[in-house]
Each structure stands twice: as structure tokens, then as C-alpha cells.
T-cell receptor
Framework: EAGVVQSPRYKIIEKKQPVAFWCNPISGHNTLYWYLQNLGQGPELLIR????????DSQLPKDRFSAERLKGVDSTLKIQPAELGDSAVYLC???????????????FGEGSRLTVL | GDSVTQMEGPVTLSEEAFLTINCTYT??????LFWYVQYPGEGLQLLLKATKADDKGSNKGFEATYRKETTSFHLEKGSVQVSDSAVYFCALLQYSGGGADGLTFGKGTHLIIQP
């Protein structure tokens, strides 16, 4: 079974440019997460989707960040314009949140590493 | 809010040494607790989990016991190998409303095993 797929793996842009990251979750997983991981830190939640609905976007900087999951499957995270401080790894994860032994287990993609110059 | 605190690294050990990575948490209610591992160049992988007090999670020789009285979930392994070198993250998962919220992670502990 394919895991969580993210692209691109690496992106280098100049500040003030836009950038977008794409995530395809594991088939059938209804919950999708975007996390931000700064160097030497643990991942921090940006947004959580249940199907196509963003149920927690309290940590998403909405002045420059946006996300969508239009059909409740794959998702896109966009930054416009990018700033130097946005350099980080952007992780996508998915889970199947139905009662059972695997409730709440998140499966992560390999991440998209952004460098803003 | 919820938080996870884990020992700072890097932790450097010799092969076959005993490993403990401390993790404590602050949370309301009864969260589930996890250890995730990130090998060089790879994504985060679930190592083990425990969903209620006194549960012991185990995998690949690693163990951690959910201690509610001390709000801890320390990771242990009796004999580490060079291949265990990675970054280890302790995390908790809260449940609210109709389902699980996102994971709250610690900062990670970089483990280096020397042959």
C-alpha cells in the first residue's frame, strides 16, 4: 500500500515568491494534517482536515498561508509571499479516525524542505 | 495547552549500551502517547504507542510505559545498535468532540550510537 506522498521534496525560492506543496494521503484516510518542522524542533500542527473541512486551522498564519482539500483527498499548502523565516520542512500526515486499535495513528510523508533565500 | 518535554540531545552511546530517553507531558484528560522515530533522510515513523495508563508499548526492542501518576512515557532499550541512530520524538494525542486532534510533539532527541 502506498504511503503518504508529498511533492516537491525540496524547493529553493527567493523571498517574496510564492510556493505550493502537494500531499496525497493514504487511500481511505479521512483526516489530513499539515505540520511545520523547524530545524532542531518537533513538528507543529498548521491545519487539520476531516474530509474536505478544515476543523483546526488556529495555528495557520492566514496572512500568507493557505490550504485546501477540495475533494477530501489530496491537499495543497500555499505560501504567498514567502519570507526567510518560512524555511523549514513541511510535513503532511493522514489518519483513519474510526474507532479501533489504530485510532489516531498518524502516517507521515517524507516532507517538503523549503529554503527561502 | 498541552505540551511534551523530552530530554535534550544529542545523546551519544556505545553499541549495546542501555538507553533511556525521558519524556513528560502536560495535558488534560486521558491522551494517547506515542514515540515516533525519524531516521536520516526519511519521514517520521511510529515506533510505539500506549493509549491508557499503565499500558506498555513495545517495538523493535524499545519499550515505554504510560505512567499517569508521573505524567511520563520514557523510552527504553536494553541494548542499542548503530542502526538505532535517529531522532526520537515523544508525542501526545488528545481527543475532543468527535475525534482525535493533531499530535503535540516534543522537540526531539537526537540519538547517536557509536560502534
Amino acid at each position: 500500500e502506498a504511503g503518504v506522498v508529498q511533492s516537491p521534496r525540496y524547493k529553493i525560492i527567493e523571498k517574496k515568491q510564492p510556493v505550493a506543496f502537494w500531499c496525497n494521503p493514504i487511500s481511505g484516510h479521512n483526516t489530513l494534517y499539515w505540520y511545520l518542522q523547524n530545524l532542531g524542533q518537533g513538528p507543529e500542527l498548521l491545519i487539520r482536515y476531516e474530509n474536505e473541512e478544515a476543523v483546526d486551522d488556529s495555528q495557520l498564519p492566514k496572512d500568507r498561508f493557505s490550504a485546501e482539500r477540495l475533494k477530501g483527498v489530496d491537499s495543497t499548502l500555499k505560501i504567498q509571499p514567502a519570507e526567510l523565516g518560512d524555511s523549514a520542512v513541511y510535513l503532511c500526515a493522514s489518519s483513519l479516525d474510526r474507532p479501533g486499535p489504530n485510532t489516531g495513528e498518524l502516517f507521515f510523508g517524507e516532507g517538503s524542505r523549503l529554503t527561502v533565500l | 495547552g498541552d505540551s511534551v518535554t523530552q530530554m535534550e540531545g544529542p545523546v551519544t552511546l556505545s553499541e549495546e549500551a542501555f538507553l533511556t530517553i525521558n519524556c513528560t507531558y502536560t495535558a488534560t484528560g486521558y491522551p494517547s502517547l506515542f514515540w515516533y522515530v525519524q531516521y536520516p533522510g526519511e519521514g517520521l515513523q511510529l515506533l510505539l504507542k500506549a493509549t491508557k495508563a499503565d499500558d506498555k508499548g513495545s517495538n523493535k526492542g524499545f519499550e515505554a510505559t504510560y505512567r499517569k501518576e508521573t505524567t511520563s512515557f520514557h523510552l527504553e532499550k536494553g541494548s542499542v545498535q548503530v542502526s538505532d541512530s535517529a531522532v526520537y520524538f515523544c508525542a501526545l494525542l488528545q481527543y475532543s468532540g468527535g475525534g482525535a486532534d493533531g499530535l503535540t510533539f516534543g522537540k526531539g532527541t537526537h540519538l547517536i550510537i557509536q560502534p
